[in-house]
């Protein structure tokens, strides 16, 4: 079975500073993608960034970027220059591609952005 | 621009009613699924289906039922509500390219009394 273990609740950074989210996983399989997805308060769901397993480099998307180890099964969330619009759950994905290519998700971390 | 809706944002039932959230996508996906998003416990899968008429349990299916008469469409179902049922729930969709991201609706908070 997959599993997305993010082990920190909840963090606090101050505007303009760098923040890192946790994400590890569990699997078995050797190809497969992760993403990063934000829920602002009372608003939907979208995504940050992405990662394809076979791919050493780590994405950048602007002021986010992911550093992925694989052996460690390790796929953290960088947010650099923090912003007041950063505030929102954050919650790590992993995808099998398999049929239905089935999503699973980590508990989420709540991320506030301090003025 | 993409887009997933769900056919209402807030619903109040009452315990023992049956129960139907509607969601529909405009991007000819094949798949489709239903989560449960409750503080601390992050997403749980309900129920997927990967084309019409095609349905898979995911992690929490008791209580729920889902429907998929057509492509663009999936409903959940609950049969009896109960107030264990109050929650969030999201739908999203994907198409088969494994490199897109799942889309989400913009969630029904249900309230079972």
């Known amino acids: 079975a997959q599993t997305v273990t993010q082990s920190q609740p909840e963090m606090s950074v101050q505007e303009a500073e760098t923040v890192t989210l946790s994400c590890t996983y569990d699997?078995?399989?050797?190809?497969?993608?992760l993403f990063w997805y934000k829920q602002p308060p009372s608003r939907q769901m979208i995504l940050v960034i992405r990662q394809e397993a076979y791919k050493q480099q780590n994405a950048t998307e602007n002021r986010f970027s992911v550093n992925f180890q694989k052996a460690a099964k390790s796929f953290s969330l960088k947010i650099s220059d923090s912003q007041l619009g950063d505030t929102a759950m954050y919650f790590c994905a992993f995808m099998r591609t398999n049929t239905g290519n089935q999503f699973y998700f980590g508990t989420g971390t709540s991320l506030t952005v301090i003025p | 621009d993409v887009k997933v809706t769900q056919s209402s944002r807030y619903l109040v039932k009452r315990t023992g009613e049956k129960v139907f959230l509607e969601c529909v996508q405009d991007m000819d996906h094949e798949n489709m699924f239903w989560y449960r998003q409750d503080p601390g416990l992050g997403l749980r899968l309900i129920y997927f289906s990967y084309d019409v008429k095609m349905k898979e349990k995911g992690d929490i299916p008791e209580g729920y039922s889902v429907s998929r008469e057509k492509k663009e469409r999936f409903s959940l179902i609950l049969e009896s509500a109960s107030t264990n049922q109050t929650s969030m729930y999201l739908c999203a969709s994907h198409g088969q390219v494994f490199y897109n991201e799942q889309f989400f609706g913009p969630g029904t908070r249900l309230t079972v009394l």
């Open positions: 699997t078995s399989e050797s190809n497969y993608y």
